[in-house]
């Protein structure tokens, strides 16, 4: 399901219509429709999470999990990620584990250093 096919769903469930949450919002008309193609910014997520009383997370992933809302630094970092490919995704998932294993082993040869001394 897509995000405007789970804001569609939320609002629903709530009866709203999307017209009313992005007047509500201060959005154009039309606005969250277009973000089939093209992902909104953190703080407009973030308002409409807000205004369906879900999370970000929700709203990208269809996932909720019970640790709390979705800090906006998190879902600012999921909107740019989804902003990609699939195949840049998870291009992008491979390259940064292998840099956190990188710095690990540097946190590991540094430690052992220190130790050695």
């Not at 703080?43 to 906006?72: F, H, R, W």
Request: proline share 3%; with cysteine; aromatic share 6%.
């Amino acid at each position: 399901m897509s995000l405007v096919a789970r804001i569609k769903q939320l609002a629903c469930e709530k009866n709203l219509t999307i017209k009313a949450i992005e007047e509500t919002a201060g959005f154009g008309n039309g606005t969250i429709r277009r973000w089939d193609n093209s992902p909104p910014s953190s703080d407009k997520l973030l308002k409409i999470a807000y205004m369906l009383n879900t999370t970000c997370e929700y709203l990208l992933t269809g996932v909720s999990q019970a640790s709390g809302p979705i800090s906006s630094e998190d879902c600012e970092w999921l909107v740019l990620i989804h902003k990609l490919p699939k195949d840049a995704q998870l291009e992008f998932k491979g390259e940064l584990k292998g840099y956190i294993k990188r710095m690990n082993q540097e946190d590991e040869g540094s430690r052992k250093l220190k130790e050695a001394k």
